[in-house]
Every structure is written in structure tokens, then in C-alpha cells.
């Protein structure tokens, strides 16, 4: 007979495919729920990334249209 797996994740609901290609990506990092934890790291990085990028850029445009506008009520 063999034994089943017993871990937290078991049974809730079928793994997608990217886990599925992250398991075989990255076999020796899997966390209790078999997610590869580099491709969640990679994710969330990501994530932040986008933000402060858009942060950034939307701070930028703000600027320039602030000295934009100055200029042109100044003229």
C-alpha cells in the first residue's frame, strides 16, 4: 500500500499549469504547497517593480506638466 501525502494543500484544488512547470523548473525549491518559491519571488518583485515604475512615471508626468503650465501662464 502506499502512503499518502498529507501537507496543507492537499485536496483544495487541482494545480494550475504554470505550478506545474514551475515544479518541474525548479524542483529542489517547492514550498509545502509545491509552488516553485523562485518563480514566486520572481513574481512578487515583479509586481513591486510595475508599481514604483508607475509611480515614478506618473510623478514625472505630473512635473512637467506643472512647469509647463507655469511657463505658459507666465507668458
Not at 27 to 53: I, K
Request: proline residues 3%.
Amino acid at each position: 500500500m502506499s502512503k499518502k501525502r498529507s501537507g496543507p494543500c492537499l485536496h483544495v484544488r487541482k494545480k494550475t499549469l504554470v505550478e506545474r512547470s514551475a515544479m518541474v523548473a525548479w524542483p529542489s525549491e517547492r514550498d509545502s504547497c509545491g509552488r516553485s518559491l523562485a518563480l514566486m519571488w520572481f513574481l512578487s518583485n515583479m509586481q513591486m517593480a510595475v508599481a514604483t515604475l508607475s509611480a515614478v512615471t506618473s510623478d514625472f508626468r505630473g512635473g512637467v506638466v506643472q512647469a509647463w503650465q507655469k511657463e505658459t501662464y507666465v507668458a
